[in-house]
Structure formats: structure tokens, C-alpha cells
């Protein structure tokens, strides 16, 4: 399905018109990005802190780099949220489009990946809380990963939340350029000019179908909706852990990171790698079971008097949780 290499001639557009387009329509912040990389089995995507440029967008669209956008901006609004069926099964596709045809949804941007599976874009007329493109997602499966996969991220580069690879760029495992598809999901030969003309989403015309955000009982942030990982936890995650702290510390790593918005499998990959620097490893069979605990029911929280008996506490003062819910119950107060 996807080329080996990007088409960037498919219209009269230049390829910085091309870029800008790409920029405008999927970047929900410039202060941070992401690229896709690849080193033999293992891959995944690499947080770069710097400026988002059109000259970077334009060395995605010639296949030297693979760029992936974050789906929350600073201020945790999205302009686009996305379903990522990552299957080969017809009937699981024919069930997304089904629903968003059910649910009078214009018709989304599909994309097949250049690997496996498809994307299914939906772009909005205007950026909104993320919590909301998240629901807007849910409301169509909950079978598949939804982006934004969490509801709020921080407004600096230190938690950005979940990234997408962006359209129409080589997949580094396969080598293969992911191609926009149409309904019957053949690739489309002007996808530049599908993207100019994409029908908007206005969110309110769809309210029934997001709910209510969540808050706890005093109607303040809940952990869940703090896109901040804890620095006791970031402190553990690098440092490992001593004989008799393994298990309760890992167990721990997971519930932050599934509080984070991370899949089951991304938190594998992490805590395999904390394990490596653990004062001795604990192995497979013991990371699945602290991995199944923690991902499995509802989501276990841990307060910070819980979280002291096991890491070590850098201070209310200093830590970057506790800052980020002051800020948000003074949104709330102002609001």
C-alpha cells in the first residue's frame, strides 16, 4: 500500500505551502516535537525540545526525517483528534467508519501508516480541551487507541502527552511512505488537495456525546488530569531500586504512567528498562504481573503520603506536580 518513497509533486503546491499546511493543521504546539527512529528491532519516538520549523516539516515531506505531532498544545487543547487501528481486520475499519457515519461525523482524513493499520483523523474547526476530542474519540470506539490519549498535558515540555506521526512521511520500520486512502481504501492521488478541503468538526454540534469532564467531589483537578509525571517517579524510573523496594516501586512507575495516558505496552518497554538498572533484576515474569496489576480494573492512584514511604520526595516547593495543580484549581477559581 504505502511508497517507498514521499510524492512531493502530486500537486501545483510548493513544498513549503506543503509544510505550512502540515503545520497548520496538526501542530498543537512549536515548542516541542517528536521523530520517529529506528535501530534494528527496536524503534519508537524521540521528545526533541527545540522549534518547530517548516524547514523540519519540509525534511519530513522529503523522507529524511519522521516527524510525530503532540496532541495537546500547553494550554491542553487540541486541534484534532485521531484513532490509530492498528489491526488488519476489514471488519474492525468497517465498524469506525459505520459509527462516525451513525454519529453524522464528516468524513476524516484515513491514512494508511506505511507499516500496518490505519489512521483516522478527524480535524477541528477550532482547539478544544482535550478531555473533549478524547470523549469525541471514545464516543466512536473504544476498541482502538484514541489521541489525545490524556486530557490535559503541561504547559511547559516536560510532560507533552501523546504524539502521532504526522501524514504523508516514510515509516522508519517499514521504509515505506504512509499514503492517504479513500473510503474503500485505495490511495488517493491528490492527498495534498484532500487536506485543503478536509470538512472541520464544530465540537458543539456533537455536546451529547462528551459527558462531563471529570472532578473529584470538591470540583478540583483529579490526578488523572494532571499531564505532569511526579519527579519522585521520574527520579525512580532512572535510578532503579534496591532489594525489598522492586515491586511496590514498579507497581508504582506503571500507575503513574497509565495515569500519563501511556498504553500497557509503551509502560512494558519502560519498566523493562528500569528493570536494567534495578540492584537486581526481577525478570520477565515478574514485570508482567506488576504490569497486569496495574493496568488491570480501575486505576489504582497513590496520594504523596503513600508515595514517601517508597520514593524519594523532592518537596512541595520543588515539585513540578504539585505546581502544575496549584495552577489548575486557579484556572478553575478564575473560571
Known sequence: MGDKMPNIVTT???????????????????????????DGEKHGYRAVRDRLTVERVEKHIRGEITL???ALGKNSKAKWMAIDADTTKIGEFEEIIGRYKELNLPRPIMEFSGRR?????????????????????EAITKKHEVFPKGSESSSDTSSPGSCLKIPLGVHQVSQECSVLVNRHFEKIDNPWERLRN???????????????KKRNSKGTATDFEIGVLRPCTEKALKGGAKLGARNTMGHIICCELRRLGLSKKEAGVA??????????????????????????????????????????????????????????KKEREKS
Open 117 to 137: 493499520g490505519y489512521h483516522y483523523i478527524f480535524l477541528l474547526d477550532k482547539p478544544v480541551a482535550g478531555w473533549k476530542a478524547k470523549a469525541l474519540g
Open 68 to 70: 510525530a505531532f503532540y
Open 198 to 212: 478536509v470538512k472541520k468538526i464544530d465540537i458543539s454540534d456533537y455536546q451529547s456525546l462528551l459527558g462531563r
Open 271 to 328: 519498566l523493562s528498562c528500569w528493570d536494567l538498572r534495578n540492584e537486581k533484576r526481577l525478570g520477565k515474569k515478574e514485570l508482567y504481573k506488576i504490569l497486569e496489576s496495574a493496568y488491570s480494573g480501575d486505576q489504582y492512584k497513590y496520594s504523596c503520603s503513600r508515595l514517601k514511604k517508597t520514593l524519594e520526595c523532592v518537596g512541595r516547593e520543588n515539585c513540578r506536580f504539585i505546581q502544575e495543580v496549584r495552577r489548575k
Open 12 to 38: 501545483n503546491m510548493m513544498i513549503k505551502e506543503k509544510a505550512k499546511l502540515l503545520l497548520e493543521l496538526f501542530a498543537n504546539r512549536r515548542d516541542i516535537y517528536a521523530v520517529q527512529w529506528c
